[in-house]
């Protein structure tokens, strides 16, 4: 029997838990051990994965000291954004074997290219949760396009919310993905930020618009927060049809079909309809092939750091569009937060005060700001 990964998890909020998720119902994992500065976070996240046979966690409220303490194969972090850098290198420089970190990447793409580095120095396998990859759906929407099912991919739009590089980070890396990871090589965008809002302790925008251009020829667009319509689907344009799809299934239309033709795709762990589908199906798929990366079984992973930096790349790359007024050419050359620059010039000043995190919902006991100590 080949022995079972053994996995510390450092942030116990709701995106790790998606992660472990799908690690014990992969069976092919084992959580030996959860950092959190909360240790009602820890229990909670005890009481929730209780019943598995393969967690058997302990507890730390110090990450260095359980990286140290529990030599874990694959380190988990979801930390919010500004401590996934920090973390992801100290899991790295702990001797573990690959690092799963949430989205967004990095709270800019310095401290990312610094992640890929770290990772690079100590032979780490480096992934971040852009779970989506792993949906059925989407995998079938990329094939029909590589097949040539609708022509030339001419256009994609996509509609979004709550900040650019907390909810558009996935869909950016749906573009590439759907392209079959084109290079994005031009972004134009505009942002308004009239509130002091932020996501996760990173400062956010109220609303943006966003086009991307790539080496295909395609373009994509995300209007963000201009419309009530919001969701990680999208609707591609091609030269010889069109295809819209949702998080469980698509629909294509073309000279072949007669109309619209609607596609509902199996998972491989999970049917169609069942509860909870887009979730479970992910994280499984996902955990199945982390661990087959992991492993030697497949030399590259879809979920992979590089195009975790590459789909950040592109979000901050529309706030440097706003910020300098121009089409930027990519790869991204300002390596620190374009908004924050633009608020820290008055390039974009308030008119409503009053600063308020839109996920401090996740926060616990009095708190309403984020603590400042990574984990």
């Given amino acids: 029997m080949v022995d079972k990964l053994r996995v510390g998890v450092i942030?116990?909020?709701?995106?790790?838990?998606?992660?472990?998720?799908?690690?014990?119902?992969?069976?092919?994992y084992e959580v030996v051990a959860l950092a959190d500065l909360s240790e009602q976070a820890m229990k909670d996240f005890d009481e929730h994965f209780s019943k598995y046979n393969d967690y058997k966690p302990e507890h730390f409220t110090d990450a260095r000291e359980m990286l140290e303490k529990s030599k874990p194969d694959v380190v988990s972090v979801g930390v919010w954004d500004k401590g996934h850098a920090p973390m992801t290198m100290a899991a790295a420089a702990s001797g573990a074997k690959a690092v799963l970190c949430e989205?967004?990447?990095?709270?800019?793409?310095?401290?990312?290219?610094d992640m890929l580095m770290v990772c690079r120095r100590h032979g780490v396998k480096l992934a971040v949760g852009h779970q989506r990859r792993f949906l059925p759906a989407y995998t079938l929407a990329k094939q029909m396009i590589a097949d040539g099912e609708i022509g030339d991919v001419r256009l994609i739009t996509t509609f979004a919310r709550d900040g650019l590089p907390n909810y558009s980070s996935h869909q950016t890396d749906m573009f590439r993905y759907l392209l079959s990871d084109a290079e994005c090589t031009w972004v134009m965008g505009s942002v308004e930020r009239e509130t002091d809002r932020w996501a996760r302790a990173i400062p956010i925008e109220d609303k943006a618009l966003a086009v991307f251009g790539f080496e295909s020829g395609a373009q994509a667009m995300i209007l963000s927060g201009l419309t009530p319509e919001h969701g990680f689907g999208a609707r591609i344009y091609g030269s010889d049809g069109m295809i819209e799809i949702t998080v469980t299934d698509l629909k294509i239309m073309n000279g072949k079909t007669g109309g619209w033709q609607r596609h509902m795709p199996d998972g491989d762990y999970v049917k169609y309809g069942e509860d909870r589908f887009e979730v479970v199906e992910a994280g499984i798929a996902q955990a199945h092939e982390f661990a087959d990366w992991i492993g030697g079984k497949i030399q590259d992973y879809r979920g992979n750091g590089t195009n975790g930096y590459k789909a950040l790349e592109m979000v901050l790359a529309v706030y440097e569009s706003a910020r300098t007024h121009t089409q930027v050419q990519m790869p991204l050359k300002t390596m620190v937060s374009p908004?924050?620059?633009?608020?820290?010039?008055?390039?974009?000043?308030?008119?409503?005060p009053g600063k308020f995190d839109i996920r401090n919902r996740t926060l616990r006991g009095e708190n309403v700001t984020a603590d400042t100590e990574n984990v």
């Fill in 339 to 352: 908004l924050e620059l633009m608020i820290d010039s008055g390039h974009l000043p308030v008119r409503y």
């Fill in 11 to 28: 942030g116990c909020g709701e995106m790790t838990g998606n992660h472990t998720f799908g690690y014990l119902t992969s069976s092919r």
């Fill in 103 to 113: 989205k967004p990447m990095a709270d800019t793409v310095g401290a990312a290219a």
